[in-house]
């Protein structure tokens, strides 16, 4: 599934825009704010030499004016104001979308059932490691993604559009997908028939099941009409690891690769067809709808 962050480029946007307002603020921090403040000084033992020379002549005048000479020589100008009043917040969404937490949107149905379009979702960037922000490098280890993991990644094909599907296979991994049924390094994936799903876009009932992967249980969907096999599958890397048939197809996945699948399993553009995913492709982990406009019950965690 295509994900579109709220802007193509928004990383490099904020990052961006935090070392333009960090580099203004710190240059008034340091070195225009106390031009500011000499100048004031100056301006004011001026002023204050001319009203102690009237009142020595005799001559009373008015000192309110000081203070505000004072303020206007202190005054930042406007465009300093405001990239002094931005940094610290674009700081804080730049430090927090890097390593905390990212949201996106799904405009797609490859995740139905378990997410819907138009789920505002929540991906972990850091429980699968510490990654520098833009370039994407691990720097710090953590853990590894587990099969049933639903995690957003850099598409193969097109690294600066951003996917997300179900972890169905890890590093060294046999995945063989025949007729529909999932077998993990020869033990075959449990299944449990669950009522048919109704998809309200186009008003047509799928299969669902419950898929249980390595002690994760998920809903899957199935489409009766579909073929079993993979049609046109791409010419991806180490694309010789797997092989196609009429009943689907076998794959057994290489060090630093995964393998990812829709839980729409017959509406999905994955791995089947694009190959695997890199480690350094990974952006995080998914695990939270924040929020659905069209349906507010959807706001919850998800397996």
Not at 16 to 35: A, N, P
């Amino acid at each position: 599934m295509n994900l579109q962050s709220l802007l193509g480029n928004f990383a490099l946007i904020l990052f961006v825009l935090m070392i333009v307002t960090g580099v203004i603020w710190f240059l008034d921090v340091f070195f225009w704010s106390k031009q500011r403040r000499a100048k004031a000084d100056a301006a004011l033992a001026e002023f204050d030499a001319r009203i102690a020379k009237l009142s020595g002549e005799g001559i009373k005048s008015d000192t309110n004016g000081r203070a505000a000479l004072e303020a206007s020589l202190l005054r930042q100008p406007i465009w300093i104001e405001y990239s002094g009043s931005f940094f610290p917040v674009i700081a804080l969404v730049f430090f927090l979308r890097s390593f905390l937490y990212e949201p996106f949107k799904i405009p797609s149905s490859s995740m139905v059932p378990t997410l819907q379009v138009g789920d505002l979702i929540l991906v972990n960037k850091y429980t699968y490691g510490i990654r520098l922000p833009i370039i994407n490098k691990k720097i710090i280890n953590v853990n590894n993604p587990q099969r049933g993991d639903v995690m957003v990644f850099k598409y193969p094909e097109d690294t600066s559009v951003d996917y997300i599907k179900r972890v169905v296979g890890v590093p060294g991994d046999k995945i063989v997908y025949k007729n529909k049924r999932l077998t993990v390094n020869g033990k075959e994936v449990s299944y449990k028939p669950l009522p048919d799903y109704l998809d309200d876009g186009n008003l047509t009932y799928y299969k669902q099941w419950q898929e249980t992967l390595t002690g994760v249980e998920h809903n899957i969907l199935t489409d009766e009409r579909a073929p079993n096999f993979v049609p046109d599958p791409h010419q991806y890397p180490m694309r010789d690891l797997c092989s196609y048939n009429a009943e689907g197809f076998a794959c057994t996945v290489p060090t630093g690769q995964y393998f990812m699948m829709g839980d729409n399993r017959d509406n999905s553009l994955d791995s089947r067809y694009w190959g695997f995913v890199p480690d350094e492709n990974i952006v995080g982990k998914a695990f939270f709808v924040w929020m659905n406009l069209g349906n507010l019950k959807r706001i919850g965690s998800f397996h």
